[in-house]
């Protein structure tokens, strides 16, 4: 399957400080990516949908000028968490549908998630 | 509203089966997805079905029935390193993904 990787995988921060999630597509183009935050034994919550070349759609209730999402080319989706809090400690995973070589069958290719840690 | 219904906890013995069910009701029905999710770890594709029926993949199968709003996961043979959360998603008709909250599946030796 398509592979997409995810970093860092783990981060700890201070409180007020801004941290940055990389998510690369790395044997397809996803001009598509999605953000999933996902809390200790719940499911996975969509952020917000990530559009390359123009603004990411926001999933109601996520502040979008807290969590600013950049997808500047066909293989990369950021997202920067400003100004950290404690309450924004989670598991943070991106993912895409690999739907430029023609292997696509529905199914979403997650990267590994990364474990955001505010102090 | 949407929403998708899984047990949250299950328990099995290495060696035995064990089905898992999900039922849904969704705006509108594009299909439904497994995903197994290790703890610590991002959820990894297991199964998707479209269509009414079973779908066999190895030791994993998949079942639907879209007049119930059903599905079920079915593990055999089960090993321990199949400890982990089985989470059930649909695309509803906006092809928007709804996820179960999963069900965490404790294999005992």
């Known amino acids: 399957g398509a592979v997409v990787s995810q970093h860092p995988s783990w981060v700890i921060c201070k409180s007020g400080t801004s941290v940055k999630i990389e998510c690369r597509s790395l044997d397809f183009q996803a001009t598509t990516m999605f953000w999933y935050r996902q809390f200790p034994k719940q499911s996975l919550m969509l952020m917000a949908t990530s559009n390359e070349g123009s603004k990411a759609t926001y999933e109601q209730g996520v502040e979008k000028d807290k969590f600013l999402i950049n997808h500047a080319s066909l293989t990369l989706s950021t997202l920067t968490v400003t100004s950290a809090h404690p309450e924004d400690s989670s598991f943070y995973i991106c993912s895409a549908r690999d739907l430029t070589s023609g292997r696509d069958a529905g199914e979403l290719f997650f990267g590994e998630g990364s474990r955001l840690t505010v102090l | 509203g949407q929403n998708i219904d899984q047990p949250t906890e299950m328990t099995a013995t290495e060696g035995a089966i064990v089905q898992i069910n999900c039922t849904y009701q969704?705006?509108?029905?594009?299909?439904l997805f497994w995903y197994q999710q290790h703890a610590g770890e991002a959820p990894t594709f297991l199964s998707y079905?479209?269509l009414d029926g079973l779908e066999e993949k190895g030791r994993f199968s998949s079942f639907l029935s879209r007049s119930k709003g059903y599905s079920y996961l079915l593990l055999k043979e089960l090993q321990m390193k199949d400890s982990a959360s089985y989470l059930c998603a649909v695309w509803d008709s906006n092809y928007q993904l709804i996820w179960g909250a999963g069900t965490k599946l404790i294999i005992k030796p």
């Open positions: 969704t705006s509108g029905f594009n299909g």
């Open positions: 079905n479209v």
